[in-house]
């Protein structure tokens, strides 16, 4: 039992900090555009196929540094010839262009790739056993990716927070005119922050990519799980979404690592009762149910706290 929660709990703060990682920059975008990216996770994916191919052609540490940037590229051309043309119609049509976006990255992807997994492995260097707990070995990588994760948080902070180009990206958020006659280019400002927002979520695609599956239909796994963390946290709170990644990485993991069910805790149903729901439901293990938690504290938290956990209502 210790072993399990020991491990568990490793992987459920690694799972939520690779959640954080795709999320920061979806809540950069939100709370400095106001933009509700739903093609966040196809610049995830993207991030994940252009590391696999970087990797192949110059090695996996020149691809985690040139993969985000190239999906950086994407999302600043996505904002200066897509966002910016339809903003002026309202908060609905960023929704549409973004959703169909989505749908495009995906079949493009699909096309050059293919739709089966493709062979991105954990470089040499970083393919051994970190430490062992009990009779695991955890693996060097995944240490790699919690400090990557951890290091994005702390940077995103203090640039936000403490650099004058966080208050320009701020003030222009709120202020545009007010920002434009002090002499700082509004728009580029803009661009700028949705590229860095989806070179993030490159970034995630090119560490995790060799740790999950890198397939064409990646995006579609995580995405509804992204919004879950980014509404849960509370919509434009970075510290809201760090604790909603690993709240929900915790929860998740640990209800998938057990297996334990009402039959097993109190015992089975009275034969007599013959086959119902209510013996159905009585036989489904936590595991069984662990893909549905973080909708169901979504729906949760809406309910007890609409704006989220560090959430505001002008949010």
Do not use: C
Not at 256 to 277: E, K, Y
């Amino acid at each position: 039992m210790l072993e399990l929660i020991v491990i568990s709990t490793l992987n459920g703060v690694l799972f939520g900090m690779l959640l954080f990682l795709l999320s920061s920059g979806l809540t950069v975008i939100f709370s400095m555009m106001g933009v509700l990216n739903f093609a966040h996770a196809s610049f995830y994916m993207l991030g994940a196929f252009f590391g696999y191919q970087l990797t192949r052609w110059i090695g996996f540490w020149p691809a985690l540094v040139l993969a985000p940037l190239l999906v950086g590229v994407v999302g600043m051309a996505v904002e200066r010839y897509g966002l910016r043309n339809t903003h002026r119609h309202g908060h609905v049509a960023e929704l549409l262009l973004t959703f169909g976006l989505a749908f495009a990255i995906e079949e493009i992807v699909s096309m050059i790739w293919g739709k089966s997994p493709v062979d991105y492995r954990i470089p040499a260097a970083l393919d051994f056993p970190a430490f062992t707990v009990f009779s695991t070995n955890y693996p060097a990588y995944k240490i790699f990716m919690l400090a990557i994760s951890i290091s994005i948080f702390v940077a995103l902070l203090i640039v936000l927070k403490k650099t004058r180009v966080g208050l320009i990206v701020q003030a222009a958020l709120t202020y545009p005119t007010m920002v434009g006659h002090l002499g700082h280019n509004v728009g580029r400002v803009f661009m700028v922050v949705f590229g860095v927002g989806s070179a993030l979520a490159g970034l995630a695609g090119v560490i995790a990519g060799p740790s999950l599956v890198t397939q064409s239909d990646m995006a579609s796994l995580l995405g509804p799980i992204l919004f879950v963390v980014i509404v849960f946290g509370g919509l434009g709170s970075l510290p809201g979404a760090f604790i909603a990644s690993l709240l929900i990485g915790l929860i998740q993991t640990f209800a998938v690592a057990l297996n334990g069910s009402l039959a097993s805790a109190f015992g089975p149903l009275d034969p007599s009762l013959g086959p119902s729901v209510l013996t159905d439901i009585w036989n489904v293990t936590i595991a069984q149910i662990a893909p549905i938690l973080p909708y169901v504290l979504l729906v949760l938290i809406l309910i007890v706290r609409p704006m989220g956990l560090l959430g505001t209502r002008e949010t």
